[in-house]
């Protein structure tokens, strides 16, 4: 049973314009959201996150969103560069006997067209 | 040298042989996790160390058998693994406190092949 789901295995976009990948979870005990990207033969490098507290976080073109009642988050990429294109992925965290697990969805590949 | 050092990049073995995945991180992070990520699947969280004690063993094959010598240090011993083990094996480390969690910082990885 997958707890985070990334439904759009794949995104394009023309460059400048916006992108947005979305993201489905579960378990309503997850407390703090994630998004990475990861690039081909690198491993996967931490973007922006969102505590359960808030319902957005900005870091300069990136913005978080997060929906609780709906379970659902988003990651909006504005304007978009040929640079963003990468595999990205959704994660999730709860706390377990004091450490923290993430969980991943299975990530949206977003290709910015020039 | 920064970051989560994962070596090799590539490995190739047979079913029969043994060989150790090596992960080192110079982040100052008191946690460290292998992950599995294979194809069309989410990252599977295989192992979690929290202060060089395991906290997490998601179920996985006592074929992959972790060590963490220090909090900076991490291996996966592998031994007589089946090709259905070919994956991309990341290591990840973070801070882990009471009240505070902090992202996970990866590796690079390392692309695994079991023939």
């Known amino acids: 049973d997958q707890q985070v789901k990334q439904n759009s295995p794949s995104l394009s976009v023309q460059e400048g314009r916006i992108s947005i990948l979305n993201c489905d979870y579960t378990n309503s005990m997850f407390d703090y959201f994630l998004w990475y990207k990861k690039y081909p033969a690198e491993g996967p490098t931490f973007l922006i996150s969102i505590s359960s507290i808030k319902d957005k976080n900005e870091d300069g073109r990136f913005t978080v969103f997060l929906n609780k009642s709906a379970k659902h988050l988003s990651l909006h990429i504005v304007p978009s560069q040929p640079g963003d294109s990468a595999v990205y992925f959704c994660a999730a965290s709860v706390s377990s006997s004091g450490t923290y697990k993430y969980i991943f969805g299975t990530g949206t590949r977003l290709k910015v067209l020039a | 040298e920064t970051g989560v050092t994962q070596t090799p990049r590539h490995l190739v073995m047979g079913m029969t042989n043994k060989k150790s995945l090596k992960c080192e991180q110079h982040l100052g992070h008191n946690a460290m996790y292998w992950y599995k990520q294979s194809a069309k699947k989410p990252l599977e969280l295989m192992f979690v160390?929290?202060?060089?004690?395991?906290?997490e063993n998601n179920s996985v094959p006592s074929r992959f058998s972790p060590e963490c010598p220090n909090s900076s240090h991490l291996f996966l011993h592998l031994h007589t693994l089946q090709p259905e083990d070919s994956a991309l094996y990341l290591c990840?480390?973070?801070?882990?406190?009471?009240?505070?969690?902090?992202?996970?910082?990866f590796g690079n990885g390392t692309r695994l092949t079991v023939t």
């Open positions: 160390y929290n202060f060089k004690e395991q906290t």
């Open positions: 990840a480390s973070s801070q882990e406190g009471s009240s505070y969690n902090s992202p996970l910082h």
